[in-house]
């Protein structure tokens, strides 16, 4: 299941200081996604897998220093039980709290996860407007599910907002609003050109959408906090 980690992170956890633990396998395919390593079978296939305990016992002697932990991928609900049983390990073994990164396309999985609740924080993507989820592979009425789940858990979750140009123009944030609405907290990410599954190289926004977009939120939903990383 895990074929990457680091051991300190200062910005993948809000606010804590983390250690960063990467699932392998995704079932999208974001042309803009620079996991390639994470998300290609062909690249997966020659990393070699970290055992959990390895990784139980190494946060176990950064606990003190580090105060959380991220489990971000590929798809980390990709792995269902035994991804459940990795956290449950984390929080009751390690006694680390955990963020969860994901696309949101197992709604079951996430639901399990709130029943329990051993999330300390979510990071739910949203990738473009619900007709176009077809271009990432993905399949939006499962994402839609995923976040009627979230939504009530308000601070504890970020929608994540990537803002590459040929998915996130102005006509797909407007279609995207209705399903925002009921969140409490959105971050607007820039889009970098890093190497890519598509091999394309998008010239990025410029301040003035990330601007645009900021006040255009913040302007059509209530009570609203957004995260600038741009
Ligand atoms: S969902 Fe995330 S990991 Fe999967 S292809 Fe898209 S950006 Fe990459």
Redesign the pocket.
């Known amino acids: 299941m895990i074929k990457g980690f680091r051991g300190t992170s200062l910005v993948d956890y809000p606010g804590k200081i983390s250690s960063v633990v990467f699932t392998y396998g995704?079932n999208?395919?974001?042309p803009y996604?620079y996991?390639i390593d994470?998300?290609l079978p062909e690249r997966y296939s020659k990393l070699e897998d970290i055992p959990e305990d390895v990784v139980i016992e190494e946060l176990k002697r950064r606990k003190g220093f580090i105060k959380g932990v991220v489990i971000t991928?590929?798809?980390p609900t990709l792995w269902e039980r035994k991804l459940v049983y990795f956290i449950e390990r984390v929080v009751y073994e390690v006694g680390l709290p955990v963020k969860l990164d994901t696309?949101g396309s197992l709604p079951d999985v996430v639901k399990s996860l709130v029943e329990m609740d051993i999330i300390d924080y979510w990071a739910i993507?949203f990738k473009t407007a619900p007709e176009r989820y077809k271009e990432?592979k993905g399949d939006f009425s499962k994402v839609e599910k995923s976040f009627e789940y979230l939504k009530p858990l308000g601070f504890r979750v970020e929608v994540r907002i990537t803002c590459y140009p040929p998915l996130v123009g102005k006509d797909e944030i407007k279609k995207m609003i209705p399903y925002l609405e009921g969140f409490k907290r959105i971050a607007i990410q820039k889009y970098e050109p890093y190497d890519s599954?598509s091999g394309e190289k998008v010239e990025p926004y410029t301040k003035e959408f990330y601007l645009w977009l900021k006040e255009f939120l913040l302007e059509n939903l209530r009570d609203l906090e957004v995260i600038e990383r741009f």
């Open positions: 995704c999208f395919r974001c996604c996991n994470l998300v991928g590929g798809e696309n993507d990432v599954i």
